[in-house]
């Protein structure tokens, strides 16, 4: 792509930040040039978010239904899986997978629900109750 034809359409943070990408300039040389969105890449981000809205919902669905621990609504909210989730609490992932059923998220210990609240940054009640606070814990 030529430097005069960097995609300039307006985008989710192109009034905070502008992305690098890299042109051809007259001289047919790679130069940096800065974009402040490209609409195909906002319009693909937006399906992907979308995406993650649906899953959120069907994991709080299956959390009230009583079909899964609160950890699974909380782990499609902040995009982790066993395996990340296993390695910001200290827990094995077959642990994890087991304390996403409800009976066994039951028994955890204080001190095994703080590892996950830590882990999510909530508080312990807000895990239980899958409440969500963004202005912090």
Known sequence: MKKDEVPQDPGALG???KELCY???SSGKYVAEQSTGW???SKALDV???DIQKRIAAAKQKVLKGEASPLLFFMEYRLMDTGILAGYTGFWQWQ???????G???T???KQLQKYADAFNVKVDDLKTMTVNEDGV
Request: aromatic share 8%; net charge positive; proline share 8%.
């Open 108 to 110: 955890l210990s204080p």
């Open 96 to 102: 994890v997978k087991r304390h996403l059923k409800p």
């Open 15 to 17: 009034k905070i930040t």
């Open 104 to 106: 066994a998220f039951n």
């Open 23 to 25: 042109a051809t300039d």
């Open 48 to 50: 992907a978010w979308q």
């Open 39 to 41: 609409e195909v890449k």
